[in-house]
């Protein structure tokens, strides 16, 4: 006690009426580090000597006896490893066990569960009350003042006090990521996050949304607010300064619409160095589309609510025209063809590499946990320590050491590649969306008995997603085993899967908890795998295959790709079309054929055929034998058309029609060694000319003239020639013994 008469008697010399309000006045309030240095310079001065375990001591039985609350900055920053026990003994010993009970024995005996504990008491000192007094803001509250590497221990206490329901029913299921996953806010405080500065124009646009939102999904009309607030009237805002009216003056229009055609986008250049570059904004035709609707909508919703919407009916900005979009479809289409044969070829390699990156996480995961706690582990070429003691249930070690004593997660490798293994097998073999994959639940898998021959075949049904259709694929061999690999893996020791919640990141709300397969554990906590990080999954074993795209970076591969190149698969391997449709979930068959990449093997079908009509046409006698006569007269021809300055390119059996005049000619083919010919031409045409000129012989310059130019042209296609061979040269479109490494062993060597 001696430590507590000691606190309290120096904060009777702040001012105050409580001891709280005289603790918050006090240095020490504030005084993260060192908060005893002015308490013990106040013992000194009068006499006494406390030391810090004496008066940490005091400040502990003022914490439990709910005296003093100091904040939960405070706290996080003087860690006390007797709180939570004194917290629980003296403050809510029912509480605490109640939570203990509750709570699986294996998360307890964690380090992370452990410190969980200790978040519950740091909560309990600063804001008072019991265990079931504290509310998810107390807890959101902890997340902001720990940091990104400290949260866990809160996450883990949020999961044990919700799973106890001491949390409502609206409750997030889950802290992680609180801040991007806030959940939906209406059309004003979508609006207002432009700052608009044109109050009318605001609550119009609001209104409008608000009109607009029971027809729409929640990712449309944060599409559509961005669309009316952002890029249409802040901009115009921005731009022009005092305009306050949906009728808009042509110059101030057609500004608009070629800022929206273009945007200004950051890039970091190989130097370092950040730079701003201007290019076409594809967007632009959906812009101008939205903001075209918007006029025209309320033009149409006056004639019914003149009195809303008659104050601000105006002519449209944008015309019909203005809003097509057949070209950025067709560019968009092309790109995305090109992206599908890019990596269509380099498939198998990426099954290979993702199989033999499994097999090696696997293998040296087992060698270190079947090694003892301190050893030196080598397994394929590569040397681990393993640390002396781990905190984990299994005994198993958390992290080892690589020889350059860099630390690895050697257990997170191996999820990460099951994961990239997993979604690669099954994006190959399904083609579905990646939102459809993170929902597989273990009840998606169904079977079916055919009716005809009474057999019992595997379905995976695929719950509604964008087109609001559910579908069933059939479940071959290959993605059967698959899903029992990763069945396996997610099940409890019960033979049950953890029914989790997962958040929709285009509607920003949580689902129902169920069944899925794509999840894991993290810091005691079972959550959702994220599509980031399946798709980092995914390029890290693109990383490995060392491919280059045709710009020579890495390349790169996104979830959707699978989706195209299933497409593009199925129908080059005879699927018709309109089966292609039903697999991948399409409302029309166009969507379809824009997602496959096929090659013109109609048009070149097409071509053959017209040139096998047009021989049939063609004099007979032009498909005889030829005589040794004519391919004497034929090689004789190209042997007379070389030329002093280079080569004549007129065709096979025709006259010279430009009366030899070579220089002017555009069918004379010139080479670098008659570069010095050409210039030495150039020099005597313009003495010649400035001759003619001397004399006055104006028809003479005019011919001399054109010749004149002509060398000169001739002259900078040389040194055009020249500079290309000079650049980087173009290896043009790798064939597959080129993009794809030899396997070992592999029956076709040349693939």
Not at 66 to 74: G, N, Q, Y
Not at 137 to 155: T, Y
Request: hydrophobic share 40%.
């Amino acid at each position: 006690m001696v430590g507590v008469r000691l606190i309290l008697a120096w904060l009777e010399t702040f001012p105050g009426d409580t001891w709280q309000q005289r603790w918050n006045a006090s240095p020490a309030a504030a005084a993260y580090a060192g908060w005893t240095d002015p308490l013990v310079k106040w013992g000194r001065a009068n006499g006494r000597k406390p030391g810090f375990p004496t008066l940490s001591a005091g400040l502990l039985v003022l914490n439990c006896a709910d005296i003093i609350r100091p904040d939960l900055h405070w706290l996080a920053k003087n860690p006390s490893g007797n709180l939570r026990p004194a917290m629980a003994t003296a403050r809510d010993l029912q509480g605490f066990t109640r939570l203990e009970l509750s709570v699986p024995p294996g998360e307890l005996t964690t380090k992370t569960g452990s410190q969980a504990l200790k978040v519950v008491a740091q909560v309990l000192a600063a804001k008072g009350g019991l265990v079931r007094d504290i509310t998810v803001g107390d807890l959101l509250e902890m997340v902001q003042v720990k940091n990104r590497h400290a949260s866990p221990p809160v996450r883990l206490a949020y999961k044990w006090l919700l799973d106890q329901g001491q949390f409502p029913a609206e409750a997030p299921s889950t802290l992680n990521h609180a801040k991007s996953r806030a959940g939906q806010v209406g059309p004003a405080a979508l609006v207002d996050r432009y700052h608009l500065r044109c109050k009318p124009v605001r609550d119009l646009i609001v209104a409008y949304l608000t009109e607009r939102q029971p027809a729409l999904d929640y990712n449309s009309l944060k599409l559509l607010s961005h669309h009316l607030a952002c890029l249409f009237w802040s901009d115009l805002e921005r731009n022009h300064p005092g305009v306050d009216n949906l009728r808009l003056q042509p110059e101030i229009r057609d500004a608009w619409k070629s800022r929206i055609a273009v945007k200004t986008v950051r890039k970091c250049l190989p130097d370092g160095t950040i730079s701003e570059v201007t290019e076409p904004r594809r967007s632009a035709p959906s812009v101008k589309m939205s903001v075209r609707a918007f006029y025209l909508d309320v033009a149409q919703w006056a004639l019914d609510e003149p009195q809303r919407w008659g104050l601000w009916v105006a002519p449209s900005p944008v015309s019909e025209a203005d809003c097509t979009s057949k070209k950025a479809e067709q560019e968009q289409k092309a790109r995305a063809d090109q992206r599908t044969r890019e990596r269509l070829p380099i498939l198998p390699v990426l099954i290979r590499t993702a199989e033999q990156r499994l097999k090696e996480a696997k293998a040296r995961l087992s060698a270190v946990d079947a090694a003892p706690l301190g050893s030196t582990v080598t397994v394929l070429g590569e040397t681990f320590t393993l640390p002396r003691t781990t905190s984990r249930p299994d005994g198993h070690p958390g992290h080892v050491h690589d020889p350059n004593g860099k630390q690895r997660n050697l257990r997170a490798e191996e999820r990460i590649a099951f994961i990239a293994w997993a979604t690669i097998e099954i994006l190959r073999h399904t083609g579905i969306r990646a939102e459809e994959l993170l929902e597989i639940g273990h009840h998606s898998i169904i079977s079916y008995k055919l009716p005809s021959t009474g057999e019992i075949v595997p379905l995976l049904q695929i719950a509604p997603s964008k087109t609001d259709k559910e579908r069933l694929l059939l479940i071959n061999p290959e993605l059967a085993d698959v899903l029992s690999a990763i069945i396996t893996r997610v099940r409890q020791s019960d033979g049950t899967i953890p029914a989790i919640s997962i958040y929709d990141m285009h509607e920003k709300t949580w689902n129902d908890p169920r069944p899925v397969l794509y999840q894991w554990a993290v810091s005691g906590e079972t959550r959702a795998i994220s599509s980031n990080s399946v798709r980092k999954a995914i390029n890290e074993t693109l990383a490995a295959t060392g491919l280059m795209d045709k710009d020579g970076d890495p390349l790169r591969v996104q979830p959707h790709d699978f989706r195209r190149i299933f497409i593009t698969d199925a129908i080059l391997n005879g699927l018709p079309p309109h089966i292609a449709q039903i697999i991948a979930g399409h409302d029309s068959i166009n969507t379809t054929m824009g997602y496959a990449a096929i090659y013109p093997a109609d048009a070149i079908e097409a071509h053959r055929s017209f040139i096998a009509r047009r021989r049939k046409i063609r004099p007979s006698e032009e498909y005889r034998a030829v005589t040794s006569e004519e391919w004497e007269e034929f090689l004789g021809h190209f042997e007379r058309r070389k030329l002093g300055l280079g080569s004549c390119g007129r065709a096979y059996g025709t006259d010279c029609a430009h009366e030899h005049a070579c220089v002017r000619c555009p069918v004379l083919i010139v080479g670098p060694d008659e570069k010095p010919r050409l210039e030495q031409i150039r020099e005597n045409l313009t003495v010649r000319i400035s001759e003619a000129e001397r004399e006055d012989w104006l028809g003479d310059v005019e011919q001399l003239a054109v010749s004149l130019d002509a060398a000169g042209e001739k002259i900078a296609q040389i040194d055009a020639r020249l500079e290309r061979k000079r650049s980087p040269i173009l290896l043009g479109i790798p064939t597959f013994d080129k993009i794809l490494p030899r396997v070992a062993g592999s029956p076709d060597d040349r693939f």
